[in-house]
């Protein structure tokens, strides 16, 4: 099945700071999604984006389906942006493969 | 805002017991999934349904059963607890599979699952 694989696996920041997730996937996908999960476990989508680039505010996200990358982009990050981002592919319209996360901890 | 439920949120139980962890939607969404999450790890699909009368098996099927008999619910039944199964538990819904952002999943608050 298709391979999905997210980096840094961990990323801690200043308060203010701007960074940049990645997902590599192994396959051509039809869907891709980034969620952020709050320390509660709530998990919330922020972004549908198979392809092209889109932006929400103070997040955007861009994915080159050609070189099967996406990267979500977080600008002033704030103490409220903590938690783990992850990035969900379906291929063949069956289920969504998740990676394993990035851990966001963004420190006042 | 998506509507979507799940109950009970905690729930310990001992080894060997029957358990069913419900999930509702009220948005109408055709396709509905369950994920099992370890704590802050990966989330690997359990089951999914395209609609009413669909069921289909993900990753880690074997060990649990699903029925879609409407559309708005969606419940994961635990036929015999172990404590390998402690977890949380997370039910999904997107609209339709018509493609665009209409594939855009929502989550439940999820199931924290402890078997003794």
């Known amino acids: 099945g298709i391979q999905v694989e997210q980096s840094p696996p961990d990323l801690i920041l200043q308060e203010g700071a701007n960074s940049t997730l990645r997902c590599n996937f192994s396959?051509?996908?039809?869907?891709l999604q980034w969620f952020h999960q709050n320390p509660w476990g709530q998990l919330i989508n922020l972004f549908y984006?198979?392809?092209g680039t889109k932006q929400n505010g103070r997040l955007s996200a861009t994915t080159v389906a050609t070189e099967r990358y996406s990267l979500l982009y977080i600008s002033s990050s704030q103490t409220t942006d903590s938690g783990v981002y992850f990035c969900?592919?379906?291929?063949?319209?069956?289920?969504?493969?998740f990676g394993a996360g990035t851990r966001l901890t963004v420190k006042p | 805002e998506a509507d979507i439920y799940q109950t009970p949120r905690y729930l310990v139980i001992g080894t060997g017991k029957k358990i069913t962890l419900e999930c509702s939607q009220t948005m109408g969404h055709d396709k509905m999934y369950w994920y099992q999450q370890d704590p802050g790890m990966e989330l690997h699909l359990i089951h999914y349904?395209?609609?009413?009368?669909?069921?289909e098996k993900g990753d880690l099927s074997s060990e649990s059963t699903v029925s879609r008999i409407r559309t708005e619910h969606f419940p994961l039944t635990l036929e015999s607890a172990r404590p390998s199964h402690t977890s949380q538990y997370l039910c999904?819904?997107?609209?339709?599979?018509?493609?665009?952002?209409?594939?855009?999943?929502?989550f439940g608050p999820g199931t924290r699952l402890l078997v003794l």
């Open positions: 999904a819904s997107s609209p339709t599979l018509g493609g665009g952002d209409q594939e855009t999943q929502y």
């Open positions: 969900a592919v379906d291929a063949n319209n069956n289920d969504m493969r």
């Open positions: 349904s395209y609609g009413v009368n669909s069921t």
């Open positions: 984006i198979p392809s």
């Open positions: 396959d051509s996908v039809n869907n």
